[in-house]
């Protein structure tokens, strides 16, 4: 939510297909009125921050688009790190695509 406007400017979300493995994976999205304000980034702290609370998880993977240099901002903001390229990974509007892959690892306790 975008608090002067009380309306959704965006979504963040964990998926737990991998959680028997101690993996997921994140993402997220803001619409292009809002974007420049670090919101993005906000949600994926926040979002990493209960992602560690859920018992056995260990990792969490984002994928991101190599154009998409604002993704990749958002995710070294938020302490993730790029650990590669996988390429023809997955079909984005029918055509193979590379993603680049960002990580973050619990951390130590």
């Keep these: 939510m ?5 309306r ?13 493995e101690g993996r997921s994976t994140a993402g997220y ?3 292009p009125s809002a974007r420049g304000r670090e919101l993005a980034t ?20 984002l994928h991101i688009e190599p154009w998409n240099v604002h993704s990749a901002r958002t995710a070294d903001r ?7 390229l996988l390429r023809s990974h997955q ?4 055509q193979r695509r590379a993603l680049l ?9």
Aim: proline fraction near 5%; aromatic fraction near 10%; hydrophobic fraction near 50%.
């Design 42 to 61: 906000d949600a994926l702290v926040a979002l990493t921050e209960f992602a560690w609370s859920v018992p056995g998880l260990f990792r969490i993977a």
């Design 91 to 94: 079909t984005i509007a029918g």
């Design 8 to 20: 959704a400017v965006g979504h963040c979300g964990l998926w737990l297909k991998e959680l028997d």
């Design 101 to 109: 892959l960002y990580a973050a690892a619990r951390p130590a306790e």
């Design 29 to 31: 999205a803001v619409i």
């Design 78 to 84: 938020a302490g993730y790190v790029q650990e590669g």
């Design 2 to 6: 975008h608090a002067p406007t009380d």
